[in-house]
């Protein structure tokens, strides 16, 4: 059924040392990404804020960007609107 690779470990001493040698290599190239993929996290949530909880009665102001409003001229319009009270969570 086709080509069936030999079985490891063979008896070339060199190869087998290779072998054993990359696998190394590998495993400490797994835990420097891992390490950087953590470092990287860190760094960039230090910047982030938590999503504030708004309750019923609270109330808020709109990004106006992707409304549409009747205003002809996007330049006249306001950037945000409201506010508006919140309804439900």
């Given amino acids: 059924m086709g080509f069936e690779p030999w079985a490891w470990p063979l008896e070339n001493k060199a190869v087998n040392e290779f ?3 990359m696998k190394v290599v590998q495993e400490e190239a797994k835990a ?3 390490k950087a993929k953590d470092n990287m996290a860190q760094y960039y949530d230090c910047g982030r804020t938590l999503v504030p ?3 019923p009665r609270d109330q808020v102001y709109l990004d106006a960007s992707n409304i549409t409003t009747i205003c002809l001229s996007k330049v006249l319009l306001h950037r945000q609107l409201g506010p508006f009270m919140v309804e439900q969570q």
């Fill in 19 to 21: 072998v054993d040698w």
């Fill in 32 to 34: 420097a990404l891992a």
């Fill in 53 to 55: 909880k708004y309750q």
